[in-house]
């Protein structure tokens, strides 16, 4: 069974920066999607950013271009969020997710994927 667990998050100041990681163990194949998604408080679990591990297609949600950034290695074993310039809407659960296969476009809706992490609390300090 594949296990995704996510750290890194933590409570920063408006302006800061963080690193989220996903560390992925148990059965792994070669291609993938990986996703972040974040949940805040009373609303519903939204895409962010998305990236192929093969090929390093990548799509972010308009809220986090240009101060975000997603990568991963070509086994999708560790995925990473570096996150820029944090706002105070920034706060909230972030989750990392994949599924096996890779996609002319990145999906960007919870089924679409099929494995989740826990989760990890992100936040920001006005």
């Known amino acids: 069974q594949v296990q995704l667990v996510e750290s890194g998050g933590g409570l920063v100041q408006a302006g800061g920066s963080l690193r989220l990681t996903c560390a992925a163990s148990?059965?792994?194949?070669?291609?993938?999607?990986m996703g972040w998604f974040l949940q805040a408080p009373g609303k519903e679990r939204e895409f962010i950013a998305g990236?192929?591990?093969?090929?390093?297609?990548?799509s972010y949600t308009d809220s986090v271009k240009g101060r975000f950034t997603i990568d991963t290695d070509n086994a999708g074993n560790t995925l990473t969020l570096d996150m820029t310039n944090l706002k105070p809407d920034d706060t909230a659960v972030y989750y990392c997710?994949?599924?096996?296969?890779?996609?002319?476009?990145?999906?960007?809706?919870?089924?679409?994927?099929?494995?989740w992490g826990q989760g990890t609390q992100v936040t920001v300090s006005s």
């Open positions: 990236i192929t591990t093969i090929g390093g297609r990548t």
């Open positions: 997710a994949r599924r096996r296969g890779l996609f002319l476009v990145v999906p960007t809706t919870i089924r679409e994927y099929d494995y």
């Open positions: 148990g059965r792994t194949f070669s291609s993938y999607t």
